[in-house]
C-alpha cells in the first residue's frame, strides 16, 4: 500500500487505549461481522435477512453477492485497509456493500444522501475513500453526475460505482463479474477499524467516528436483549441506512441479532403500518417525527398495529406527553426516548416497562460509566446538571483526526458528548440542552457555523448567528440572524438562493431570516446564541 492509500488513522493503536480494559473479558463478541455472517448463513441459509419492498435476500444470498462483489473490488485494486463509501438509499444492495466491506476487511464510510458535492468530496477527502458506491439516481438527482465531479476533485478515488444504474461499474455488473470465482478471505482484525462516519462539529469541519466489528455489536446485542427481541423477529427500519441509527439496527443486526430488516427507501407513514402488519414488525428505532406520524395515524386509521411492541426514539427533541398519546394509539407498543450519538450509541436504553419514566427522561443509563461535570471537568452529584461525559464498550474508537480525538476524549477515557444533562439516583438520565452548537433537524445534524461561513460570503452580509428554531414536525428548524451592511437590506429568497448555490445540503437552508441591527453579546463580544434562541422560540409561538 503505498503512502496515499494509508488512512488518516494510522495513529490509531488496536485496541484504543481507552478500550483496553475490555479487551479480553467477554464484553465483546471478538468476531467480525463477516464471521457472524457466515455462521448464521450456516445454520439457516433461507432465512431472510432483508426485505425491501417485494424483494428479499436470504442469508446465503446475501453471502453469496457479497463474496462475488469481494472479488471483483479485489480485482480492481481494493486492497485491506482501505476505504470504500457509498451513498445510497435504503436499498437492499446497501447490505451487500457493507457485508463485502467486511468480507474483505475494507473501511466502510456511509454517507446520507442528502449530502451533495461539498460536504461529499470532505468527507471522501478527510478519509482517503478509493471507492464510492452512489445510486445512479435517487429522487430525481443524478448522484452519478455529482461522484463524476467529486472524483475529479480527489485524485486518491480511484473508482466510482453505481447502484441500479448500468455498465461494467454497475453494482449489478460487478456482482456478476465475482460470481463463481474463488474468494480468499483475508484475516481481519474485529479490534481495528471498520467504519468510519461523520457527523457535523461546532467548527463545520466534518469528524470522521471510527468504530470496529465489536463497538456496535456490543451495543446491538445488549439493547436488543434490553427490549426483548430475539432472533427470527423482524424489525423496521425507516430511517437512513447511512446514519448510526439506521447503520446498526438496519445493516448490522440481522448479522449479529439474527434478525430481520424491513427496510423502507422513505417515510411514510401509512406505508409503514402496511409493513408492520404484512411482515409483523415487533419495532422500529427511529427519529421523533416518526413516532409522531406513525401514532397519528393509527389514530385516524383505527389500526392498532397489535404486532408491534417497541419504539425506541430519539435523534430530536421528544415532548414528554409524546410518549403516553403514542402509547395509547398502539395495542401493544411502548415507545421511549433514548440517548446516543454516533461517537457514543445509545447511553440508555429507555424504560419500555415505566410509562412516566420513558415519558419524562431520556431512559436509563445502561452497559455505560457516565460522569456529569462541570466547566472545570469536576464531578457533579446527582440531580445537578452538566455535561455528559461517557465510556464504555461500545463507544467509538476516536476519530480520524487524532487532535480531533485528544480534544474528545478525556485521559482516563470518556468522551465528552457536549450534551447537558441530570442524571438521578437510579440511573435516570435527561437531556437538558448542548454545549454543542448544533442543530437537530428531523435526527439530522446540522453545524450552525457551516451555515453562517456561507453567509458572511455574501456581499450584503456583514454578520450571520444561525441558530436551531421550534419545528412542529422536525423538532428543529435553521434560523438565521443576519446583520446586513450598511445601506443594504437583503431579501430572505436572495439570502437562502444564496446558500443553495454553495453546494450545501437543501436541509441547511435556513428557513427563516431575522435582519436585526445587532446581536445580544457576552463582555467579551461573543455571540448569546442562548438568547436569539429565545427570542424566535417566542417569535415562533406568537405565529
Known sequence: MDERMIPPWRWLETPAPHQREFAGQGLWDERTIADQAYALAGAEPDFVAFVEGEDVLTRAQLLADAEALSVALHARGLRPGEVIAFQVPNWREAAVINLAAALSGLVINPIVTIYRDHEVTQMLGDCGARAFFVAASFRGYDFASMAGRVQAALPDLAHVFTVRGAGDDDLAALIAEGRGKAFARPRVDPLGVKLVLYTSGTTGRPKGVLHSHVTLQRILAESTRAWGVTAGEVTLMPSPVTHISG??????????????????????????????????????????????????????????????????????????????????????????????????????????????????????????????????????????EGEILARGPGMLLGYADESQTREAITADGYFRTGDLGVREADGALTITGRKKDLIIRGGENISAKEIEDVLHLHPMVREAAVVAMPHTRLGEGVCAYVIAREGEVPLPAALAAHVAASGLAKQKIPERFELVDDFPRTASGKVRKDQLRADIKTKVAAT
Not at 438496519?250 to 441479532?257: K, R
Not at 461517537?343 to 436509563?364: I, M, N, Q, S, Y
Open 247 to 384: 447503520y446498526a439496527n438496519g445493516l448490522e443486526a440481522p448479522l449479529v441479532c439474527g434478525t430481520r430488516t424491513v427496510l423502507m427507501e422513505s417515510w411514510d407513514a401509512q406505508a409503514a403500518m402496511a409493513l408492520i402488519d404484512r411482515h409483523a414488525c415487533v419495532g422500529t428505532t427511529a427519529a421523533t417525527p416518526f413516532l409522531v406520524e406513525l401514532a397519528a395515524a393509527a389514530r385516524a386509521s383505527g389500526n392498532r398495529l397489535p404486532s408491534f411492541r417497541y419504539f425506541a426514539c430519539g435523534g430530536a427533541a421528544v415532548p414528554s406527553d409524546l410518549i403516553p398519546a403514542a402509547n395509547a394509539a398502539f395495542e401493544n407498543c411502548r415507545a421511549f426516548r433514548v440517548f446516543g450519538s454516533s461517537e457514543v450509541p445509545l447511553v440508555t436504553f429507555g424504560w419500555p416497562r415505566d410509562e412516566h419514566r420513558a415519558a419524562t427522561t431520556d431512559g436509563k443509563i445502561v452497559d455505560y460509566r457516565v460522569r456529569i461535570v462541570d466547566a472545570d471537568d469536576r464531578d457533579l452529584p446527582d440531580g445537578a
